[in-house]
């Protein structure tokens, strides 16, 4: 039998070794850990503002749609009451499927726009109708064609 003079010296490298793997390996894992603690918290879309300026958003767009308007004190309380409850019965749409969504937003413009009918007069409804294609007060315009590579680009000045 032969026997290995350098047996000791071999065995302390494979300690070294696997010393070193485990080291490593525990390193990453606390390195990382932040990481994967962070994908457990959703964050909200940047383009959503937090609650309390939502609520102030909606002010100020019945404040500019009285100016644009030229609502009356009854029609303000209406039209505050109607943008409210479309933003109650929104609000349950994050759980909703794509087509859910889209779906509940369609009946509930619908409903928006049967109420708006009801409060304003003919001219302030059209009016209504002509700045909401528009963006309406406080709002980004719609696009009226869909953004894609066979869209046209708006214009550069």
Known sequence: ?????????SQLMK???????AALAAGALIALSPLVRAEDKPTPPASHPPTGQRAEMAKERLAKMAEELKLSEDQKTKVAAAMKAQAEAMHGLKEATPEQRKEKMKAGRAEMDKQMKSILTPEQYTKWETLRKEGGPGR???RSAPAGPGAEKPEKN
């Not at 300690?15 to 793997?21: E, T």
């Open 1 to 9: 039998m032969k026997v290995r003079p350098n047996k000791g010296k």
């Open 15 to 21: 300690m070294q070794k696997v010393s070193l793997v």
């Open 140 to 142: 980004p315009a719609r």
